[in-house]
């Protein structure tokens, strides 16, 4: 079955770009059909959407984020990426990729999810 | 504030049934059905339970159901265990012409 993992710092210094890249197992992003999804809960919050990216590139951010977002893929290693840049502590969150599913471009399903990683923005 | 509204907090003994509601509008929750709702432990990612109002995925107990009525969803769940306490979130479409995703707050189930 599709298994999905984050990876990167866990720790950013305030100003400074978070990157995080999620890697897919067990299916294809060139698949098409899915929504490949940033997702963050800030801590004893609830989910966030940040943005997706499908397999042909098409990208859509959450307009609060929209400025600082960047969401990229690699077909070629089954890897989609977050930049975040100029991060503040209010940045800290765990943050989650996932499987988005939907409709005319919007995903309303999320499964499977990563493990999520938490990052921190402190000096 | 999060674009779907749930209560913070249920709790019910074992053996009970419970319900989370997560309202909307017609924009998202009562203009579609496609409803769907997380399972999320401390300190673990969420579950899929729930989608499109009432299915369930491959795997997830039929003690888990959904329904709809209106601008609400609701997630029951019956023969409550121990294992089912964790927090719930609920999704849904949105034709918004700016939030392409949105999110319940969240509900803290307690098993007393």
């Known amino acids: 079955q599709v298994q999905l993992q984050e990876s990167g710092p866990g720790l950013v210094k305030p100003s400074q770009t978070l990157s995080l890249t999620c890697t897919v197992s067990g299916g294809s992003i060139s698949s098409g059909g899915y929504y490949w999804s940033w997702i963050r809960q800030h801590p004893g919050k609830g989910l966030e959407w940040i943005g997706y990216?499908?397999?042909?590139?098409?990208?859509y951010y959450n307009p609060s984020l929209k400025s600082r977002v960047t969401i990229s893929v690699d077909t070629s290693k089954n890897q989609f990426s977050l930049k975040l840049s100029s991060v503040t502590a209010a940045d800290t969150a765990v943050y989650y990729c996932?499987?988005?599913?939907?409709?005319?471009?919007?995903?309303?399903?999320?499964?499977?999810w990563g493990q999520g990683t938490l990052v921190t923005v402190s000096s | 504030q999060s674009a779907l509204t749930q209560p913070a907090s249920v709790s019910g003994s074992p053996g009970q049934s419970i319900t989370i509601s997560c309202t909307g509008t017609?924009?998202?929750?009562?203009?579609?059905?496609?409803v769907s709702w997380y399972q999320q432990h401390p300190g673990k990612a969420p579950k899929l339970m729930i989608y499109d109002v009432s299915n369930r995925p491959s795997g997830v107990s039929n003690r888990f159901s959904g329904s709809k009525s209106g601008n609400t969803a609701s997630l029951t769940i019956s023969g409550l265990q121990a294992e089912d306490e964790a927090d719930y979130y609920c999704s849904s479409y949105t034709s918004s012409s700016t939030l392409y995703v949105v999110f319940g707050g969240g509900t803290k189930l307690t098993v007393l």
């Open positions: 996932a499987r988005g599913g939907g409709i005319a471009a919007r995903p309303y399903w999320f499964d499977p």
């Open positions: 990216i499908y397999y042909s590139g098409s990208t």
């Open positions: 017609s924009s998202d929750v009562g203009g579609y059905n496609y």
